[in-house]
């Protein structure tokens, strides 16, 4: 598909103010189980086959947010047959695969519009987990209401904050206020779990259709290139990673590398490590975070004692190939011989495609 995506940016894109539902001061209470119209299960129809594990179960998958969530269809899209596992925040996401129930976990890390995900990859790094997949979805937002509702009466706009964020320009000429809250799905169930009429949610078609909410607009989205990357990761490695076209190309590596001292030096270093040896890169992030006084990057030492580690300065390298090849092996073994620190976080099938999801 086309790969004329604009160039990223690097925020981090969740707002420290992110709302919680029960921090929703001026919301009402959330309605109990019973009269919410929750669905108790989702059929999606998947669109590429991967290997599913079968007979005692099928394979289960734990995303952040209510059923109808971005984060539900990228897991459906990469194992159609997956039971998917709802989750509060991430967080609870990764507790569901550590204790065993669930048996992968989906997370967004990046966006065409608002660049990494700097928050899911810290989680990413904090525990003892590996890439599997990885999957891009284009994603369009919808401004979603309660049936009958007419845009005249909306006052505020709730979503996630990569929802809302992507849409600033069509919601600054609505005028409505913005409030974050922890997931698209999530805030589609509370419009109508407490019969929220001055209330909009920018949320999926599919989300509209799952819970019978009206769709006010389509295409919400500032730019119309707008598409997210998620990574599928399991506790432990489920076998080699299969390549996507059953050949010998698309496989992927993503690495964390943490140094002491200048980062350019450190930067330059490993981008020759790869550079004489040919190897591509698709992605390449410095994060310093000694000069601003903010937190250093914690690092579970998953080799180690398994504790976590403190770094100022960090880069995460996503390549082409993978622990197969010598050359990868090769660069490898040489950075891991000037950094302090060199973490594997998953070779993996590249996704060759762009999932669209209406
Ligand atoms: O809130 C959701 O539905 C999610 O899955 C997170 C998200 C939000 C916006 C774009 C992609 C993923």
Redesign the pocket.
Known sequence: MASSAPPPKFPNYLPSSTKKRSEFADLPSIAPAGRSRRPSTVVIAGINGHPQINGSGALRVA???AP?????F?AKTACPACATVPCRAFADAIAAVERGRADRVIL?VE?TMEGTALRNYDLLLRHDLRIVQEIN?F?HYCLLAMPGVRPAELRRVI??P??LA?CGRALAQLGLRREPV?????AVEMLLSNHLLDTAAI??PRAAVLYGLDVLAHGLQDESWNV?R?LLLSRTTPGPPQKPDGGGAGLKTSLVIAHRGSSMIALLKVLSSFSKRNINLTKLEVINSSNEGEAPVMILDVRGRGSLRAFPHVLYVDFEGSMEDSQVKEAIDEISSFSVFVRILGCYAADPSIYDLQ
Not at 68 to 72: L, T, V
């Open positions: 995303f952040q947010g109808g969530a971005y984060s539900e990228a967004p966006s979805l994603v979503s996630h990569m929802a992507h922890e997931d698209t799905a999530g949320a999926s997210t998620f």
